[in-house]
């Protein structure tokens, strides 16, 4: 199949892509491996930043220091710049393609502050806005009669003979057939990979990593993969987040012996670190929201006593709430130019699997959001106008397939996929050292060489969920040996990357 | 615990040695532990993404937000082609918001949203697309063709929406295979996990048809029909 743009994923980033490509007029088509509104970008329950000043002042330039200061000095400020003075530009266009935002009294976009932000700069629809922004793209996306095709597994990009990107190999997942789709310029927007730390994250099952596997075995330059944000309070048994309201409205975290030994409000990583310091002491930790009474929480925090209920058996009401500190968000990405260009010619990225250079060594809250809808947009101009420049499709075959070879099913993956999301926590978590690192690099590349020793047990060409979870296996391992390299090269402690002394 | 599980052919029966689990954790055990084969749909784990709809003891639930009982029986949403195991297609149910053009098409940039405003289609814009409500619909059941419970309620938050500048349009798209279709039967509203009612949500389309000038193609028939929006007596029945 040929288009003139073809972009992989359909969350946030993919969906806003496809509608910028599609305004400039050119042939456009998505492929997901879920349905388009399954993505990550539901989960965000924050907000997304924009300097508005509707409930308090503030000012685009509060929005950039904020945000560089978050960053550690490793974030590119033309293109936070960029970003931050786009920010008021995109809520106006979310608004206008209908995002059911929450409003103030005074009928303006209601704001909130987060975390490390001067100001009251998140715009919010109650705790659903990545959900109400994905779905309103959705609806934008089929109102411009999108092509959206579903079910769809990246298996490597192609490349033509000068290394140029011209399409992608697919698994269809529904026929177990392979496709090619060949396009004028390719855009992933594929998510980001918290998964690879296996239970221990708040993210979909789905945030594998995929196109930044892909992306990097074709070539492209990934950079800063070792920074992942650490969300202080995720349910122990099920990683399911619990909000960091519940802190900003006068949670207590607590050890076995019931003692607070943290400042709740402190930034994400500073919490995390110091929980995670209490674990490796024996102690077992608690969010404590009692005082605040039933009456609050049924009104301020519902879904934090319905998921508590539900995974970990307690009511927050009476009982203590135990927790850990689990895999958020993955700074690190594909390399990306001010155009939203990879290295490779023909290759955008955008959203999570992208890294633009404007969240550094820590995302501040409230950002990434922002970062999909106002880059997902450069990436789809981008694409397009390179796709118009170009005459014809060029085609290609892909260099190596994968699957191509003989698997023999002696070792069973989950074992060791679940061997390696605890590992990567314990050992290229929070706290990292350098030994340890070494250790977690050592299984990862014994586990790569073992690939084709286990394989899927399924041999079904239908709707095979065992072969599309060892695809998405081989893919972390990929991401999890950079993650790990990039960690062993950076010796001082920076941001969500911390490195402890032996 | 024993649950069964419909598969290609029939139910099969599992043994599991889990307690007091919803049956997404169930169902990744018995697919990573028993048998890899087992093919069903998951995401967020949290009942955001609309990855999980099944139906258990012939109701529809989340997986992901069910706890599972002894002797629960699995199977996969109505009304929709099953793919395989527990996994459906909703290509087609998804079609329906195209064909109601549930969006805005006229964006009214005068237009000033309130927090009243905000709350009018605040519970519809909850809606996380998992189709339960088309597998419990008995209209969509026998008529592929009907627009369904998510894309009317879809509809309706456009419809309710002060920024949408074009209703009429949006009104024309719904009196065929739409709101006087439905037979107002609310099993939609119960299975819905985000607490929406696109039965409450079609009254309301209904009575904006009428301002509009339709009138329920079913009124004047023999007794006027369960349908019409009014009871026998003559009064509304809304």
Known sequence: ?502 | MKISIKREFDFIEYDVDMQDVTLLEMLNHIKSEVDSSLAYSSGCRSSVCGSCGVRVNEKEVLACSYKVQEGDKIEPLKNVPVIRDLVVSLDKAYETNARAKAWISEYNSQAKQTHEDEKINETQSDCILCASCYSACPVYAVNEEFLGPFALTRVWKVVSDKREAELKEKIDTIQTNGVWDCTLCNECTVVCPQGISSKADIEKLRAKSSQYGYMDPNFGSFGGGFDSGFGFDGTPSF
């Open chain 1, 1 to 502: 199949m040929k288009t003139d743009v073809l972009i992989i994923g359909a969350g946030g980033a993919g969906l806003t892509a496809a509608i910028a490509a599609k305004e400039e007029d050119v042939d456009v088509v998505v492929l997901t491996k879920e349905y388009p509104t399954r993505s990550q970008t539901c989960m965000a329950q924050g907000g997304i930043n924009a300097a508005l000043g509707n409930v308090e002042e503030d000012s685009i330039e509060a929005h950039i220091q904020n945000t560089l200061k978050s960053a550690h000095g490793l974030a590119n400020e033309e293109t936070v710049r960029y970003m931050c003075s786009e920010a008021p530009a995109t809520v106006a266009w979310l608004d206008s393609i209908g995002v059911c935002f929450s409003r103030s009294e005074d009928a303006k976009i209601a704001q909130r502050r987060l975390g490390g932000a001067s100001a009251a700069r998140s715009c919010y629809a109650q705790d659903y806005t990545g959900l109400k922004i994905l779905h309103t793209l959705y609806d934008k996306a089929l109102s411009l009669d999108i092509e959206i095709k579903n079910e769809k597994i990246l298996l490597e990009l192609l490349k033509d003979e000068n290394d140029m990107v011209c399409g992608a190999l697919m698994l269809d997942l529904r026929s177990g057939q392979k496709e090619r789709y060949f396009a004028k310029s390719v855009i992933l927007a594929t998510g980001g990979y918290s998964r690879i730390y296996g239970k221990n994250s708040t993210n979909s099952t789905k945030a594998t990593g995929d196109g930044i596997a892909v992306a990097k075995r074709a070539g492209a330059k990934l950079l800063h993969m070792e920074f992942v944000q650490f969300h202080p309070t995720g349910l122990k048994n099920s990683s399911i987040l619990i909000s960091e309201s519940a802190r900003g409205e006068g949670g207590y975290i607590l050890n076995s012996k019931g003692e607070r030994f943290t400042n709740e409000l402190a930034p994400r990583d500073e919490v995390s670190r110091a929980i995670d310091a209490e674990i490796k002491k024996g102690e077992e930790i608690f969010l404590d929201i009692r005082h605040l009474g039933e009456q609050f929480i049924d009104e301020g925090l519902p879904q934090e006593r319905k998921l508590a209920k539900l995974y970990e058996n307690v009511d927050p009401v009476y009982d203590l709430i135990p927790i850990k500190p689990v895999a958020h968000y993955t700074m690190g990405g594909i390399e990306v130019d001010n155009n939203s260009q990879t290295n490779l010619e023909g290759l955008f990225a955008c959203g999570e699997c992208s890294n633009h250079r404007v969240h550094g060594a820590n995302r501040l809250g409230g950002n990434s959001l922002l970062e999909i809808a106002v880059f997902g947009k450069e990436a789809g101009k981008n694409a397009a106008k390179r796709a118009k420049t170009m005459e014809s499709h060029v085609a290609a075959s892909p260099k190596d397939d994968f699957l191509e070879q003989e698997f023999t099913k002696e070792i069973d993956f989950y074992v060791l996929r679940q061997m390696m999301g605890d590992l990567l926590y314990n050992k290229v978590g929070i706290v990292r050292r350098e030994s340890e690192l070494r250790e977690a690099e050592a299984f990862i590349e014994e586990t790569k060489k073992k690939l084709p020793l286990m394989g899927a047990k399924d041999n079904s060409l239908r709707y095979n969920t065992d072969l599309a979870e060892f695809l998405e296996f081989r893919n972390m391992l990929d991401v999890a040996e950079v993650v790990i390299k990039s960690a062993l090269s950076r010796k001082e402690s920076v941001g969500a990357h911390t490195m402890e002394q032996e």
